[in-house]
């Protein structure tokens, strides 16, 4: 089955960190560059960050420059976001995505959007609260 999984979220206090997970399954993930996104109620969809799949280049949204790290493994089809330094405003439904095809970049990643194009996990919640 064709898809993507996301793990790790959950309550934290403001400065905690978590580590999501992004599980890929039934196609060959390896290939791929991979984003992440966050929505917030009432706010903006934002991609968070991507690696691509040929140098392991990263992109970070300024928002969350600093605080975050992007990694993937690929012989377990996964990657992985590290944040760090958590704010409230960090609070949000995070989810990861690929492109509708392997040779898209985070260039044109970070502008996807969910329902529009690329596959897409159900996301996984991420609330910092204290």
């Known amino acids: 089955q064709v898809q993507l999984v996301e793990s790790g979220g959950g309550l934290v206090q403001p400065g905690g960190s978590l580590r999501l997970s992004c599980e890929a399954s039934?196609?060959?993930?390896?290939?791929?560059?991979v984003g992440w996104f966050r929505q917030a109620p009432g706010k903006e969809h934002e991609a968070v960050s991507c690696?691509?799949?040929?140098?392991?280049?990263?992109y970070y949204a300024d928002s969350v420059k600093g605080r975050v790290t992007i990694s993937r493994d690929n012989a377990k089809n996964t990657v992985y976001l590290q944040m760090n330094s958590l704010k409230p405003e960090d609070t949000a439904v995070y989810y990861c995505?690929?492109?509708?095809?392997?040779?898209?970049?985070?260039?044109?990643?970070?502008?996807?959007?969910?329902?529009?194009?690329?596959?897409w996990g159900p996301g996984t919640q991420v609330t910092v609260s204290s």
């Open positions: 690696i691509s799949s040929s140098d392991a280049s990263t």
């Open positions: 995505a690929v492109p509708p095809s392997w040779t898209i970049s985070c260039h044109t990643i970070v502008t996807m959007r969910r329902h529009e194009s690329g596959l």
């Open positions: 039934g196609f060959p993930f390896e290939h791929y560059s």
